[in-house]
């Protein structure tokens, strides 16, 4: 993709071949209408994307962070403590509060960890894909209409 005269020197300041004094001087003289900020901002939202595009292909920022990969040690230490509970309390005829209420706790649990698993460690990309028309042929007829 293009990228626009802000981006080229936002990444130029971030590389350090330009200050940011002298990026403000570049920008300071530059002027945009209401109309212009709004069209700006409906062309990212509103204009559907060409096919074969990729949105976004960044991994969410915490995805590899030590508090992430503590929280699923955690989540499959609790699963396995609450699971191997129910099934113990299966074996030892519990009454059916307390098993729902260990079988509750695991699947909480698990639920948790895919919530986690979704927000933190799955990457933000999207590629828009063309549809193609589904078109399903007429066949000929392979057989013979005998009249009796």
Same mark, same amino acid.
């Given at each position: 993709?293009? &990228? ?15 200050? !940011? ?6 920008? =300071?003289?530059?002027?945009? +209408? ?7 901002? *409906? ?9 074969? +595009? ?8 915490? /995805?590899? =962070? ?12 609790? +699963?396995?403590?609450? /699971? ?15 098993? =729902? ?12 960890? /895919? ?6 460690? !799955?990457? *933000?990309?999207?590629?828009? &894909?063309? =549809? ?17």
């Amino acid at each position: 993709m293009a &990228k626009d005269v802000i981006t080229d020197l936002l990444e130029r300041v971030v590389r350090g071949e330009v200050t !940011i004094k002298d990026a403000r001087a570049a920008l =300071s003289e530059s002027t945009l +209408t209401e109309e212009q900020m709004e069209a700006a901002i *409906d062309h990212g939202v509103f204009n559907p994307a060409e096919p074969g +595009t990729v949105i976004s292909a960044s991994l969410a920022a915490s /995805g590899a =962070s030590y508090l992430t990969i503590f929280f699923f040690v955690w989540g499959v230490f609790w +699963t396995l403590y609450w /699971g191997a509970t129910t099934l113990y309390g299966l074996f030892n005829k519990w009454g059916q509060e307390q098993l =729902s209420y260990h079988l509750a706790m695991a699947l909480t649990t698990l639920i948790m960890m /895919g919530v986690i698993y979704l927000r933190f460690v !799955i990457p *933000d990309k999207i590629i828009v &894909k063309e =549809s193609m028309n589904k078109f399903v042929p007429e066949h000929p007829k392979d057989w013979k209409d005998y009249k009796i």
